[in-house]
């Protein structure tokens, strides 16, 4: 099992940074690919960003693409989302989710992912 908590999430204006964290804890993470996914009210779950734990490759939706960055510390089991410029249409209910030596290009398809965190709020006001 893998434990996912993820934080950060909060009020900003358009235009304003935020900076999520999604701690990893349980069985090592060292082989999975980690996500970020977001829900807006109305709408489906949606792929983000992706990071391979071990080297680090990175992969993002063309709407977040250049604004936000994704990484991770090996130290701390953690994984970051560094959202700049944001939107109001980036407002959603964050996630963070794991999978086993899963490829980054399929991450559009959330069913794949095992683990997930129960979700941080981030809302952007205009």
């Known amino acids: 099992q893998v434990q996912l908590v993820e934080s950060g999430g909060g009020l900003v204006q358009a235009g304003g940074s935020l900076r999520l964290s999604c701690a990893a804890s349980g069985r090592t993470v060292s082989s999975y690919t980690m996500g970020w996914f977001r829900q807006a009210p109305g709408k489906e779950r949606s792929f983000v960003a992706g990071i391979t734990w071990s080297a680090g490759s990175t992969y993002y939706a063309d709407s977040v693409k250049g604004r936000f960055t994704i990484s991770r510390d090996n130290a701390k089991n953690t994984v970051y989302l560094q959202m700049n410029s944001l939107k109001p249409e980036d407002t959603a209910v964050y996630y963070c989710?794991?999978?086993?030596?899963?490829?980054?290009?399929?991450?559009?398809?959330?069913?794949?992912?095992?683990?997930w965190g129960k979700g941080t709020l981030v809302t952007v006001s205009s």
């Open positions: 989710a794991a999978a086993p030596g899963r490829g980054l290009a399929t991450m559009h398809d959330v069913r794949g992912m095992r683990y």
